[in-house]
Nanobody, 124 residues
């Protein structure tokens, strides 16, 4: 069983930075693809970023490319999302997810495990 807990969200001004963490309890995440998704009010959940098991392959949504960086520390059972140059449109609840097949990183329906989410609010 994998239980994911996100942290690091909060309120930040536009142009600022936040680092989200996703820690897993129970089963190790080293064998799992990990992803970040977000959902803004009134909108569908959307893909943000994903990283394969070894950490050597990452994917980003076009809207966050060159601003966000995903990484993982398998020894700490934790995945991170460094978010820089934040914009008001980045405001959303951010969810950590795990367990998608490595050939499908962008589809929320392919992830088995989900955290409860952490709120990120960017003020303009």
């Amino acid at each position: 069983q994998v239980q994911l807990v996100e942290s690091g969200g909060g309120l930040v001004q536009a142009g600022g930075s936040l680092r989200l963490s996703c820690a897993s309890s129970g089963r190790t995440i080293s064998s799992l693809t990990m992803g970040w998704f977000r959902q803004a009010p009134g909108k569908e959940r959307e893909f943000v970023s994903a990283i394969r098991r070894s950490g050597d392959h990452t994917r980003y949504a076009d809207s966050v490319k060159d601003r966000f960086t995903i990484s993982r520390d398998n020894a700490k059972n934790t995945v991170y999302l460094q978010m820089n140059s934040l914009k008001a449109e980045d405001t959303a609840v951010y969810y950590c997810a795990a367990g998608a097949p490595e050939w499908s990183l962008r589809s929320a329906s392919d992830y088995y495990y989900w955290g409860q989410g952490t709120q990120v609010t960017v003020s303009s």
